[in-house]
């Protein structure tokens, strides 16, 4: 058993913004709702397929292909590395990422797990596997921030962390181990944060907030990567002095 209040010490040693940790279990929910998803969203890229085959323009090759595979290891991290007990997770403002937000959040979870083997012994990971991750792997980042009791997801569908902000970063280091206590803070309802604002959904210039199933392909970022439109007017992106974080 690791004591979560030793994890958050050595976590913010590291130089972690936040840490947290859930007990690793598979996640129906999520399973049910990308199943869902992916049907709905593929649905309709042949529709606008064979709208475009009509037409004799070029059929754009489905992108979401990615998602339907590891679908058993997407859903739970016992299956991506075996013997995982526990999902830490690591917050980083983009503030503190650096130039290269992976290299950095990575060398601080190696340097965490480096700290908890000193602690806790060489069996707190599998070595057989890798067990960091950072943007990298089948692991639903956002919802294992929240089951860990790190924030919120909220209606732009980004982790929100309730006084950092948006703009972090996540990585993951698998555990095999318990944490005692699990799941710290988990929330309850995590829409509620949201509750009585809509400026991401005003904000957003495709109108694709607040309308479901979410339509990921007809979000900007889905393509370019480059629009924080819905994230810059977040209430939770505002700092003391009332200026945006970015
Ligand atoms: S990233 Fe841009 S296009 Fe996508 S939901 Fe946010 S504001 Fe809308
Ligand atoms: S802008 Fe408002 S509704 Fe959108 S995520 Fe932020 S708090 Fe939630």
Not at 99 to 106: E, F
Not at 146 to 172: C, D, M, R, W, Y
Not at 191 to 201: A, F, L, S
Request: glycine share 8%; net charge negative; aromatic share 8%.
């Amino acid at each position: 058993m690791i004591v979560f209040e030793d994890i958050q010490t050595l976590g913010r040693k590291v130089g972690l913004d936040d840490v947290g940790c859930a007990e690793a279990d598979y996640v129906e929910d999520d399973a049910r709702f990308m199943e869902e998803w992916i049907q709905a969203t593929g649905d309709r890229q042949q529709e606008t397929g064979n709208r475009r085959q009509a037409t004799g323009d070029k059929i754009e090759e489905g992108k979401l292909h990615y998602l339907a595979k590891n679908g058993d290891k997407r859903y739970d991290p016992r299956v991506l590395v075996p013997g995982t007990q526990t999902v830490l997770v690591g917050v980083l403002t983009f503030e503190h990422s650096g130039h290269d937000y992976h290299r950095t959040l990575k060398s601080k979870l190696y340097e965490l797990e480096a700290a908890l083997k000193n602690e806790y012994g060489e069996n707190i990971v599998n070595p057989d596997y890798q067990h960091i991750f950072c943007d990298s792997a089948p692991v639903l980042e956002r919802r294992w921030a929240q089951k860990a009791g790190l924030g919120f997801i909220g209606k732009n569908h980004a982790f929100i962390h309730p006084t950092l902000g948006s703009l972090v970063h996540l990585g993951e280091l698998f555990l095999s181990e318990k944490c005692i206590p699990n799941e710290i803070g988990v929330s309850e309802s995590p829409e509620r944060p949201c509750e009585g604002c809509t400026k991401c959904i005003e904000a957003c210039p495709n109108h694709v907030l607040g309308v479901e199933p979410w339509d990921v392909t007809r979000c900007i970022a889905y393509e370019t990567n480059h629009c924080l439109i819905c994230q810059n007017c977040c209430p939770f992106n505002k700092v003391e002095s009332g200026e945006f974080r970015v």
